[in-house]
T-cell receptor
């Protein structure tokens, strides 16, 4: 079984400040981890993914995340927030599951964190 | 390369009715997954289709069903609609390579309102 906990349903930062969005996961098998962003009335856009290669993952728009197995965390950071970063961010975990020889990778999402950026 | 598209954008139905939502996969992808996102929540996995067969299902009742066509497009059907079915329905496509977990790319979603 897998689960994701995103600490803080709302995060507010000033433009130019550090962005830190927290994600902790639980997985009984080695996980694949993702961050997605959702702008109002839109679908999900992939920011970055961890697939057991480098533990520090760089994504689009200046975001990066670090996989820490000992802390079961995958926090998302950006050194300097921009007004256009205001959106909802979702952390998700996936692993191959299934029985009878089949497998599939379903995403299990956290509850989301709404990021507000103040001028 | 075209992205994932979904239709319709918005839909209003009444309780007890049936609805069909459609999804066209991103070019080159062979797998489609459907998710339900209730207001203020993260998306919940409904099911996944690969090679025109259901290849995994979340905790949703049988009145949620789907199809995948030879061109890898897909439909989500919901029978006997309930008020709690009101949500954003997201389709995601991916390429199942058979090794590891593949990245899912999402469409813009269909907003379903059940009155």
């Amino acid at each position: 079984a897998q689960s994701v906990t995103q600490l803080g349903s709302h995060v507010s930062v000033s433009e130019g400040a550090l962005v830190l969005l927290r994600c902790n996961y639980s997985s009984s098998v080695p996980p694949y981890l993702f961050w997605y962003v959702q702008y109002p009335n839109q679908g999900l856009q992939l920011l970055l993914k961890y697939t057991s290669a480098a533990t520090l993952v760089k994504g689009i728009n200046g975001f990066e995340a670090e996989f820490k197995k000992s802390e079961t965390s995958f926090h998302l950071t950006k050194p300097s927030a921009h007004m256009s970063d205001a959106a909802e961010y979702f952390c998700a975990v996936s692993a191959l599951t299934g029985a009878g020889g089949t497998s599939y990778g379903k995403l299990t999402f956290g509850q989301g964190t709404i990021l507000t950026v103040h001028p | 390369e075209t992205g994932v598209t979904q239709s319709p954008t918005h839909l209003i139905k009444t309780r007890g009715q049936q609805v069909t939502l459609r999804c066209s996969s991103q070019s080159g992808h062979n797998t489609v997954s459907w998710y339900q996102q209730a207001l203020g929540q993260g998306p919940q996995f409904i099911f996944q289709y690969y090679r025109e067969e259901e290849n995994g299902r979340g905790n949703f009742p049988p009145r949620f069903s789907g199809l995948q066509f030879p061109n890898y497009s897909s439909e989500l059907n919901v029978n006997a609609l309930e008020l709690d079915d009101s949500a954003l329905y997201l389709c995601a496509s991916s390429w199942t390579s058979g090794s590891g977990v593949d990245t899912q790319y999402f469409g813009p979603g269909t907003r379903l309102t059940v009155l």
